[in-house]
């Protein structure tokens, strides 16, 4: 079973921004395809950014489009989430999520089912 440790959250203004980071267990992190979601208070989990095994293919919501980036260090098993330009509504606990095997890595997955490795998650509060 892959673990996954976020780090990086914290308070921050609006405008601000942080950098997420998921560092992973294991030797097949390269298979993987990765994503992070966010949670806020009361409101379900949804997607804010994926990739592929690669980083070559990379998706993102649209409400954070232009703002985050999500990138991948292989070498390293950690996946990247950065966030510039923080907004109050940016608010919320941010998971980690990994699909591994059988799931292909070369697919971008969009719903919390088709992940089966979760972080503990990370708060991230951006102030008005």
């Known amino acids: 079973q892959v673990q996954l440790v976020e780090s990086g959250g914290g308070l921050v203004q609006a405008g601000g921004s942080l950098r997420l980071s998921c560092g992973a267990s294991?030797?097949?992190?390269?298979?993987?395809?990765m994503a992070w979601f966010r949670q806020g208070p009361g409101k379900e989990r949804v997607f804010v950014a994926g990739?592929?095994?690669?980083?070559?293919?990379?998706a993102y919501a649209e409400s954070v489009k232009g703002r985050f980036t999500i990138s991948r260090d292989n070498a390293k098993n950690t996946v990247y989430l950065q966030m510039n330009s923080l907004k109050p509504e940016d608010t919320a606990v941010y998971y980690c999520?990994?699909?591994?095997?059988?799931?292909?890595?070369?697919?971008?997955?969009?719903?919390?089912?088709?992940?089966?490795?979760w972080g503990q998650g990370t708060q991230v509060t951006v102030s008005s």
């Open positions: 999520a990994a699909a591994t095997p059988p799931r292909s890595g070369s697919v971008l997955y969009f719903s919390p089912r088709d992940y089966d490795a």
């Open positions: 294991g030797r097949t992190f390269s298979r993987y395809a």
């Open positions: 990739s592929r095994r690669t980083g070559g293919s990379t």
